[in-house]
């Protein structure tokens, strides 16, 4: 059923609120695998997106923002936007393999987390460039080569490889624990963020997806991660925002709140119009995947964009209204502070959601020049 | 507020949007654009409900959604019709909500139509040379004399004061009371003994605004907008329909400023470089997520009146028009020192019948111009600084600042 875009339904409403309330009481994380496998039985909140048919609930982008969304609010880390958003989305336009029918339900409800491996070794992704390189081993394939900065490429039991075979773009699939397959953790600015570096020796991999449509469906799964990043962002900077004013309108200096000084009252009016734009922009990005509204990769660009800066303004304010605190372990300021900075440079970071946008503003009249 | 104004006949948002769409067929079959006089083809948009569609039947609406506007212009102005903001801002964007809500019935009926058709042009006169952001501090005095009032200061920066036939007027009927208690709001027939314009020449080298002279002026009882000491409440009906007039972008990507650079990029292979694509990228992201904003706050509202965030997007939308012209003028480099125009006479369009363009006297094409014109976006419709206050404080519920003038009667408060 098409929705009005910005138009939240009941359902969505309620969905908001049982996540929310997940994500701010549940102990530990979503690394706990009996947390994930909640995340997945008990909220159902890994298939919303995915069909009824693999154990989903056929649902849409949209709701997965939600999650996405909270998360970020209660700065909750998890393997989401890894297995629901790269991983899922992307095998879900493999879904006529046997394999892919045999791992979708298993996703749907957290017994495995899953990850894409799309990125060079410096983190580029470029679609037409595929990191790894795939040869046939007799009825199987073998992959070869490496690729860093794979988000939760350390826990991920399935890998969602992009590869070429003999200049053709592949999607293949490696087990975790495949034989050929090295891993290694990147410790990272924030700690809550895991990726890995992948290294592929000959490893054992199942294709289950080979030429345009793999690409297509790389590029699904690059869209609704982004998306649901950005929503992600929006969600850490509206926690900020919150827990800013609050501290604006308690704490006193000169007898009376900070929060009736000027300076201080700007900033928090330019940090509200950050997050509305980030609200707005991630919104239309998860309309656009599930509704149409728009091209979706230029939606989903435009939302990184525009959460990224937002969120990475918006926190970095709310360190300067609190002062000293601010500056401490203790206080939570520098944690959002330091998600948002890392989001902004996942998936393949500002500059290359700055050349989707790019092409997607000036088509034939932006300058030519290296991706 | 009248925004959210209710026909009976007419409920929910699906049957208000086929009302206004077959009132719109009707008015475009019976009057199409390109045969039809400005003046008859506004008037017949005002007979069938499509001015203001929020507004009450025989007041230029039909009671239906505010929201349903964007989608009447869009049918209207679609098939060629004219853009009544653009002929009559005043009139259009202020003047009419403001009447509709406070005017007696009778002054409804002399005023609306013809500020709808344009017959009358309106202005506002509020700033003064002692009273700009601390607007409820201005001194224009109104004294009471039986059904007449009788009218002396001077107001300043009026936009179209020169070419106004009406305007909206706030002054002083009380000095002895708190400046915001003290204030009584008015329309003013620009043509009444005692008002004396003056225009003054602004740094586009136009004269688009003026100083206006009030002498001894009288105005009649009925064309008082509310009760005595009651006028800020009503200014306040007027400034919010200002900054969402303003501030009000449209919902189609690319619509608004941003076309200026996008159409200059088009045009100037020879100008582009890399630095100057990404500063245009960023303005591109920063415009659409401004027009996605007011869709997303349009659609949360229900249509519902605005509130105070509609002071954060007229906030936005200046600053960012804004850093586009400066933009436009990094891009022509070398070019963009060259201007020719401080002598020359914009004369606003005729649309014929002595109905105008008044607001885009200069086209796109004139980049120069419209970048010392943008200087005003962050002055004109409040300043930024007060607009943050705002957002500060209606939005984010900031306590206010230390304030001299509290409590105070006005007349002891210290002026300069
Ligand atoms: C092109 C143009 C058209 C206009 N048209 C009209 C019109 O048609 N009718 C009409 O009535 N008026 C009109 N105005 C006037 C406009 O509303 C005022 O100029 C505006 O409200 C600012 O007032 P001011 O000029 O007196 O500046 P001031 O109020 O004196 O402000 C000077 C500076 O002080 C800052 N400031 C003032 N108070 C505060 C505060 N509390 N906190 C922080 N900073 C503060 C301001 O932001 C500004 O930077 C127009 C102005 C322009 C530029």
Excluded at chain 1, 61 to 80: T, W
Excluded at chain 1, 230 to 238: D, N, S
Excluded at chain 1, 315 to 323: E, R
Excluded at chain 2, 27 to 43: C, D, E, I, M, N
Aim: with cysteine; glycine share 12%; hydrophobic share 40%.
């Amino acid at each position: 059923m098409a929705s009005i875009e910005f138009e939240w339904s009941d359902e969505q409403r309620a969905l908001r609120e049982l996540v929310a309330g997940f994500f701010t009481r549940s102990p530990g994380d979503g690394y706990d695998r009996p947390v994930w496998r909640r995340l997945g039985t008990d909220l159902s909140a890994l298939g919303l997106a995915t069909s009824e048919a693999f154990g989903g609930s056929g649902a849409s982008a949209i709701e997965l923002g939600i999650v996405a969304e909270e998360m970020g609010r209660a700065l909750y880390s998890a393997p989401f936007l890894a297995t629901a958003g790269l991983a899922m989305t992307t095998l879900g336009g493999c879904a006529l393999d046997q394999l892919v029918k045999e791992l979708l339900p298993q996703l749907v409800d957290g017994t495995l987390v899953a990850t894409a491996a799309l990125s060079d070794v410096a983190g580029h992704i470029d679609l037409t460039r595929p990191p790894l390189a795939a040869r046939r081993n007799g009825d199987r394939w073998a992959l070869d080569g490496s690729s860093s900065f794979v988000l939760d490429g350390g826990a991920a039991d399935v890998v969602v490889c992009y590869a070429s075979a003999r200049d053709i773009p592949g999607i293949f699939v490696v087990r975790g624990d495949a034989t050929g397959l090295a891993r290694s953790e990147v410790p990272g600015l924030d700690p809550g963020r895991h990726q890995a570096h992948l290294t592929f020796h000959g490893a054992e991999a199942t294709e289950v997806g080979s030429g345009g449509s793999a690409r297509t469906a790389v590029e699904a799964g690059l869209n609704v991660a982004s998306a649901l990043l950005a929503a992600e962002q929006a969600g850490v900077a509206q926690a900020m925002l919150a827990t800013t004013l609050d501290y604006a309108k308690t704490r006193m200096q000169f007898g009376r709140p900070i929060g009736s000084f000027q300076a201080v009252k700007h900033r928090l009016a330019d940090m509200y119009v950050d997050v509305e734009d980030a609200r707005s922009a991630s919104y239309h990005a998860l309309w656009a995947i599930a509704e149409g509204t728009d091209d979706p990769a230029l939606a989903a660009s435009l939302a990184y964009t525009v959460s990224a800066e937002a969120a990475r303004r918006v926190t970095a304010s709310a360190i300067q209204v609190h002062g000293g605190i601010g500056f401490t372990w203790e206080h939570p300021a520098h944690r959002y502070f330091k998600r948002a900075v890392s989001n902004g440079a996942l998936l393949g970071g500002k500059a290359m959601h700055a050349q989707r946008l790019t092409a997607a503003a000036l088509g034939e009249h932006a300058l030519a020049g290296p991706a | 507020m009248t925004q959210s104004t209710v026909h009976p006949g007419v409920s929910g948002y699906e049957e208000g949007r086929r009302a206004v769409s077959a009132a719109a067929g009707k008015v475009l079959a019976g009057h199409p654009p390109a045969a039809t006089p400005v003046r008859q083809f506004l008037g017949a948009c005002f007979d069938a409900g499509l001015a203001w569609v929020h507004f009450p039947v025989g007041r230029g609406g039909l009671g239906v959604d505010a929201g349903l506007q964007d989608f009447a212009d869009g049918i209207l102005q679609g098939a060629g019709g004219v853009n009544p903001f653009q002929l009559n801002p005043i009139a259009y964007g202020m003047a009419g909500p403001t009447v509709v809500a406070h005017a007696t019935e009778d002054m409804k009926t002399r005023l609306l139509r013809p500020m709808y058709t344009c017959e009358h042009v309106w202005c506002q006169l509020f700033s003064e040379p002692g009273a700009g952001s601390d607007l409820a501090g201005l001194a224009t005095r109104a004294v009471s004399g039986g059904a007449d009032w009788v009218v002396n200061g001077q107001k300043i920066w009026t936009s179209l004061g020169h070419v106004a036939r009406w305007a909206l007027l706030l002054a002083r009927t009380d000095p002895d009371v708190e400046k915001h208690q003290g204030l009584t709001y008015f329309v003013l027939d620009m043509r009444s003994p005692g008002v004396e314009v003056r225009p003054l020449r602004q740094m586009t080298g136009e004269a688009e605004f003026n100083e206006i002279f009030l002498t001894g002026v009288r105005i009649p009882d009925t064309q008082r907008l509310g009760e005595v000491g009651e006028g800020w409440r009503v200014a306040m009906t007027t400034l919010m329909n200002e900054r969402n007039a303003i501030g009000a972008g449209s919902s189609v990507r690319n619509s608004g400023l941003i076309r200026v650079p996008l159409r200059l990029w088009a045009q100037r292979p020879d100008l582009r470089t890399p630095v100057l694509q990404d500063r245009l990228v960023a303005l591109f992201a920063r415009a659409d997520a401004a027009r996605l904003t007011g869709d997303r706050q349009r659609v949360e509202r229900g249509g519902g009146p605005i509130g105070p965030e509609g002071s954060a997007a007229k906030l936005v939308l200046s600053e960012l028009g804004q850093a586009i012209f400066d933009f436009c003028m990094d891009f022509l480099g070398p070019e963009a020192t060259c201007y020719s125009g401080y002598d020359a006479r914009h004369e606003p369009e005729d649309l014929g019948g002595g109905v105008k363009l008044w607001t885009s006297a200069a086209g796109d094409e004139d980049v120069q111009r419209m970048f010392l014109r943008s200087r005003a976006y962050t002055i004109e419709g409040g300043t930024s600084d007060i607009l943050r206050n705002i957002v500060g404080e209606r939005v984010l519920g900031l306590p206010g600042d230390l304030r001299a003038d509290r409590d105070k009667p006005w007349a002891e408060v210290p002026r300069g």
